[in-house]
């Protein structure tokens, strides 16, 4: 296992179109995270999950969009009707238990473009 | 709620100067700290990891160090290279949710 995959790395998608992206952890890993980053911004924290159960989901996740991650092992982020205000860099991150020591470890993020 | 600082927004240093780029956090009852890494238009690289008992971490060239009780936190870069230029961002864990408050991030132009 060579780290957090992502997929796709660039999305360029019309405005009202759905888009899905997905995201592989580090196998051992029982915590994966969503994050977005805007232009200048630092990343966002979106939602999580610990296993298969997502635990927490941010304010700035609105009802257009949603994740699941149905196995515990992969997760998808789905956006419906896109905006323009949708474009930003989507990161994945994953964790184990032993995060005190070991941190996260992030993707190389899905760029997503509303035009 | 946890807000996390950094500045200047940007930094040009000249090829071989040791530089200092700093954090800062509103709440001092962290979990860890950890300093990333970020290319143009690419995810983020994992650099050094404070944990809430140390005072200090460091990688090669890279020194980090953590002063909870201030609030503050800095990454030392000795001898700059024109490949460490990048936007670095510093993250706070409050333990809390498992989820990470970052800051803008700086980015450093080192110039050969």
């Known amino acids: 296992d060579t780290g957090v995959s992502q997929d796709p790395r660039h999305k360029i998608t019309k405005r009202g179109q759905n888009v899905t992206f997905r995201c592989d952890p580090i196998?051992?890993?029982?915590?994966l995270y969503w994050y977005r980053q805007t232009l200048g911004q630092g990343p966002e924290f979106l939602t999580y999950?610990?296993?298969?159960?997502?635990?927490?989901k941010s304010r700035l996740l609105s009802d257009r969009f949603s994740a699941e991650r149905p196995k515990g092992s992969f997760s998808t982020l789905e956006i419906q009707r896109t905006e323009q205000g949708d474009s930003a860099m989507y990161l994945c991150?994953?964790?184990?238990?032993?995060?005190?020591?070991?941190?996260?470890?992030f993707g190389s993020g899905t760029r997503l473009t509303v035009v | 709620k946890q807000e996390v600082t950094q500045i200047p927004a940007a930094l040009s240093v000249p090829e071989g100067e040791n530089l200092v780029l700093n954090c800062s956090f509103t709440?001092?009852?962290?979990?860890?700290l950890q300093w990333f890494r970020q290319d143009p238009g690419k995810g983020l690289t994992s650099l050094l990891l404070?944990?809430?008992?140390?005072r200090e971490q460091t990688s090669g060239r890279l020194n980090a160090s953590l002063d909870k009780s201030s609030g503050r936190s800095t990454l030392y870069i000795a001898a700059s290279q024109p490949g460490d230029s990048a936007t670095y961002l510093c993250?706070?864990?409050?333990?809390?949710?498992?989820?990470?408050?970052f800051g803008k991030g700086i980015t450093l132009s080192v110039r050969p």
């Open positions: 991150a994953s964790s184990d238990r032993g995060r005190a020591t070991y941190g996260y470890t």
């Open positions: 196998s051992e890993h029982n915590r």
């Open positions: 999950f610990q296993n298969e159960a997502q635990l927490e």
């Open positions: 709440d001092s009852a962290i979990y860890n």
């Open positions: 404070i944990q809430s008992s140390q």
């Open positions: 993250a706070v864990d409050t333990g809390a949710n498992s989820k990470l408050t």
